[in-house]
Nanobody
Framework: QVQLVESGGGLVQAGGSLRLSCAAS????????MAWYRQAPGKQRELVAT???????NYADSVEGRFTISRDNAKNTVYLQMSSLKPEDTAVYYC???????????????WGKGTLVTVSS
């Protein structure tokens, strides 16, 4: 099995910055796409940013230009650098990874338990 553990959440004032990290561990044969999602209170989970194993990225319109996703394939870790934070960025941020725990296993989706980001006005 693959475990994802997020870190770096917390309380920050509007306009500030935070960096989230997510490390994958366990039985890992390959990890393909990694991503960050978020879920604000009373809202559905939404995609924030994705990154392929080759480093191609995509962002939600709401965070484009403010957030940067990156990854270290050697460490099986994905990062989310968040800048110019707004109160509407307040949410639980979840890490996602898609991959295989072994060469003969099917492709699987893995999720972290989430880390809370609170942006005060």
């Amino acid at each position: 099995q693959v475990q994802l553990v997020e870190s770096g959440g917390g309380l920050v004032q509007a306009g500030g910055s935070l960096r989230l990290s997510c490390a994958a561990s366990g039985s890992i044969f390959s990890i393909n796409d990694m991503a960050w999602y978020r879920q604000a209170p009373g809202k559905q989970r939404e995609l924030v940013a994705t990154i392929t194993s080759g480093g191609s990225t995509n962002y939600a319109d709401s965070v484009e230009g403010r957030f940067t996703i990156s990854r270290d394939n050697a460490k099986n870790t994905v990062y989310l650098q968040m800048s110019s934070l707004k109160p509407e960025d307040t949410a639980v941020y979840y890490c996602y990874a898609g991959g295989r725990p072994s060469p003969w296993s099917r492709f699987m989706d893995y999720w972290g338990k989430g880390t809370l980001v609170t942006v005060s006005s």
